[in-house]
T-cell receptor
Framework: AQSVTQLDSQVPVFEEAPVELRCNYS??????LFWYVQYPNQGLQLLLK??????LVKGINGFEAEFNKSQTSFHLRKPSVHISDTAEYFC??????????FGTGTSLTVIP | KAGVTQTPRYLIKTRGQQVTLSCSPI?????VSWYQQTPGQGLQFLFE???????NKGNFPGRFSGRQFSNSRSEMNVSTLELGDSALYLC??????????????FGPGTRLTVL
């Protein structure tokens, strides 16, 4: 079975500063990797996904992530955050079917 | 195109009761997955349905069941509710069942409170 570790449960960052949300996964086979964002009282919205190809993936809202196979990581980055980026972020791994394994989430708080 | 809809949005039940939650996927999507989200356990996969057949099942007791109809709408049922079943139940739909490459689109969830 896959497992996903999000190393930081809470990340406070000042507005317009860069941010990195860390995600590591364990799997001995190829996987598909995703980042989702959840705003209060809402479902999850896809930010970006890695299926194959280029290891640098660009998503919505200025986010990007880099797949590092040797370190089994898929960290999410944004060069300059906005207040509106305050939300819960989830890293997920999928292999067969549509069974996704999610990390425990990282709460990003952008401080004005 | 309308997104994934879940009804009801909020539910309050008492221990021992049963509950049925409904999910309507995006038009044309044939796969529906269910997740339970709690503060302590995070997001956990319940099951997935494709073409009215359960394809995958997570590690939940038999009190949790589901089904999918010919129009791809799905329901999940929880019998003999326990306090620990209080959670946000999320439904996600995707176009096909194909090895995780299809993006899952999530609904807003049903907030179940068991008293």
């Amino acid at each position: 079975a896959q497992s996903v570790t999000q190393l930081d449960s809470q990340v406070p960052v000042f507005e317009e500063a860069p941010v990195e949300l860390r995600c590591n996964y364990s799997s001995s086979v190829s996987v598909y990797l995703f980042w989702y964002v959840q705003y209060p009282n809402q479902g999850l919205q896809l930010l970006l996904k890695y299926l194959s190809g280029s290891t640098l993936v660009k998503g919505i809202n200025g986010f990007e992530a880099e797949f590092n196979k040797s370190q089994t990581s898929f960290h999410l980055r944004k060069p300059s955050v906005h207040i509106s980026d305050t939300a819960e972020y989830f890293c997920a791994v999928a292999r067969t079917g549509n069974q996704f394994y999610f990390g425990t989430g990282t709460s990003l708080t952008v401080i004005p | 195109k309308a997104g994934v809809t879940q009804t009801p949005r909020y539910l309050i039940k008492t221990r021992g009761q049963q509950v049925t939650l409904s999910c309507s996927p995006i038009s044309g999507h044939r796969s529906v997955s269910w997740y339970q989200q709690t503060p302590g356990q995070g997001l956990q996969f319940l099951f997935e349905y494709f073409s009215e057949t359960q394809r995958n099942k997570g590690n939940f007791p038999g009190r949790f069941s589901g089904r999918q109809f010919s129009n791809s709408r799905s329901e999940m049922n929880v019998s003999t509710l326990e306090l620990g079943d209080s959670a946000l139940y999320l439904c996600a739909s995707s176009l096909t069942y194909r090895g995780g490459t299809d993006t899952q689109y999530f609904g807003p969830g049903t907030r179940l409170t068991v008293l």
